[in-house]
């Protein structure tokens, strides 16, 4: 959507492996034509954008190497970038993959929650392999400043290691904050007629509504730079247990002032 | 600021252990008068508001008592309600305490902090100890309701039981969040040039900017309900670990999945 409005696009071929989605996609104008097959979406073309699931996308590059021009710049969406900009040297030995990953989006998935807007002045990080075509590097860069990004080439490994810390422990923070309330749902379900939920309660697992598969994907194929951060997320909670149930009123301050001077270091306001 | 634009008050005294703190209240026009003492401040009013860290409050009641008229309505803003609404009724035997918390406020602490909006349209929760005068009760809802909130009568345990589960637990994951950050902050300092923070990180840790020592307190004060919501967090994040290690596809969706659950009954989009 971002793309035809910027005048970016000739004619759009999607492939999706559910046939609604793409049906969706028809409906919307967002695609021009639905293809049988992944090969086929590619055939021909001068841009491929993958938007998969972060683990599918090694398989998805080695499936449409043979249907690939020499000439088609491919590109990606997802969240890590080390491992499949090092598999796609081997898996594209011609040089036209391009990883990509624009600093944009929502907890919400699927044509109907797109939004064309939502590149409009954000940063989209671009990891080429080694090999990678100049051709194909300045046509990645290329698509994603017409959709009005500002485009910041990235060492892979850096890359993933800045996901870690600024969204992929966040996500393990909501969804652990999130299924923590379960034993106490039927309670909430019984209150919400005198208390709508806070305001923290709302930020802190707004991102816990994001699909489930996406991010066991993106931490499973993040996993040497999230890992230890997690155990570093369960020791901290773990602590602030120890203490409170202590009384360690030191202890506790301790620790929640660690937290404020980390959280106005992170976020100047 | 508040209760003078919709003309509830009088004159206001005002008393800070902070010099400072009521030195700009008055600068602000929030304040008519600076008291020497809390005794001197609360001496022949009709309304006394306790603004005080939850755990200091009952000590204040206590110290309060020989100085109140029996007809001054004592009311606070503690985040905790079930420990101090039963203390008062032996620190305050003549019944003047009603204890409040109105859903209400923000990260930011201090007079200059301050919004004279932030009541419209809240719910200000109110807990009466057995022994408080109808008076005081009636006047402690006609004092929210005046500010433009909706009172709610509730119990005591049930009001700290649902606080637990909607901020006081949501703060424990935010600042222990931030805190788990640490390790890494030299290296986000080196990275703010390329990527600012993303919004998952600036709402997942925007409440571990609130004040360490108030937290503390609305901790420690609350433990019975909330270690064991803490000690669940932690659970669920050593899930996620464990998962993450051991590279369980399976066992990371269903705590993911069961996340999203919770996340999609507590917050209906």
Redesign the interface.
Not at 48 to 72: G, H
Not at 200 to 205: E, G, M, P, V
């Given at each position: 959507m971002a793309g035809r409005r910027a005048g970016l696009l000739g004619r759009v071929v999607g492939y999706d492996p559910e046939p609604q989605a793409t049906a969706a996609a028809i409906r919307q104008g967002v695609i021009d034509e639905v293809a049988v097959s992944p090969e086929t979406a590619v055939r021909g073309a001068s841009l491929a954008l993958l938007a998969a699931p972060v683990r599918s996308l090694r398989p998805l590059l080695a499936r449409l190497a043979p249907a690939l021009a020499p000439d088609t710049t491919v590109i990606d969406v997802g969240s890590v970038k080390q491992a499949l900009v090092g598999a796609a040297e081997t898996e594209l030995p011609a040089g036209q993959f391009v990883g990509c990953h624009p600093?944009a989006g929502a907890e919400f998935s699927g044509v109907v929650a797109a939004d064309a807007d939502i590149f409009a002045g954000r940063?989209c990080?671009v990891c080429p392999p080694q090999n990678a075509r100049a051709e194909c590097i300045a046509a990645a860069h290329a698509f994603w400043i017409g959709l009005g990004c500002q485009t910041?080439a990235?060492d892979p490994a850096?890359h993933d290691?800045?996901m870690a810390?600024?969204?992929h422990?966040?996500?393990?923070?909501?969804?652990?904050?999130?299924?923590?309330?379960?034993?106490?749902?039927p309670?909430?379900?019984n209150?919400t007629s005198?208390?709508?939920?806070?305001t923290?309660?709302?930020?802190?697992?707004?991102?816990?509504?994001?699909?489930?598969?996406v991010?066991?994907?993106i931490?499973?194929a993040n996993?040497s730079h999230?890992?230890p951060?997690?155990?570093?997320?369960?020791?901290?909670?773990?602590e602030?247990?120890r203490a409170?149930?202590a009384?360690d009123?030191e202890a506790?301050?301790r620790?929640?002032?660690?937290?404020?001077a980390?959280?106005?270091?992170?976020?100047k306001?």
């Amino acid at each position: 959507m971002a793309g035809r409005r910027a005048g970016l696009l000739g004619r759009v071929v999607g492939y999706d492996p559910e046939p609604q989605a793409t049906a969706a996609a028809i409906r919307q104008g967002v695609i021009d034509e639905v293809a049988v097959s992944p090969e086929t979406a590619v055939r021909g073309a001068s841009l491929a954008l993958l938007a998969a699931p972060v683990r599918s996308l090694r398989p998805l590059l080695a499936r449409l190497a043979p249907a690939l021009a020499p000439d088609t710049t491919v590109i990606d969406v997802g969240s890590v970038k080390q491992a499949l900009v090092g598999a796609a040297e081997t898996e594209l030995p011609a040089g036209q993959f391009v990883g990509c990953h624009p600093m944009a989006g929502a907890e919400f998935s699927g044509v109907v929650a797109a939004d064309a807007d939502i590149f409009a002045g954000r940063v989209c990080f671009v990891c080429p392999p080694q090999n990678a075509r100049a051709e194909c590097i300045a046509a990645a860069h290329a698509f994603w400043i017409g959709l009005g990004c500002q485009t910041v080439a990235i060492d892979p490994a850096v890359h993933d290691r800045l996901m870690a810390a600024q969204s992929h422990l966040p996500h393990v923070a909501a969804f652990a904050l999130a299924a923590a309330l379960a034993p106490e749902m039927p309670f909430l379900d019984n209150t919400t007629s005198v208390a709508s939920p806070t305001t923290s309660l709302r930020d802190t697992t707004r991102i816990a509504a994001s699909g489930p598969a996406v991010w066991r994907d993106i931490l499973l194929a993040n996993a040497s730079h999230v890992l230890p951060l997690i155990e570093y997320l369960g020791g901290r909670v773990h602590e602030i247990a120890r203490a409170v149930a202590a009384n360690d009123g030191e202890a506790l301050d301790r620790i929640l002032s660690a937290g404020q001077a980390c959280r106005q270091r992170l976020v100047k306001e």
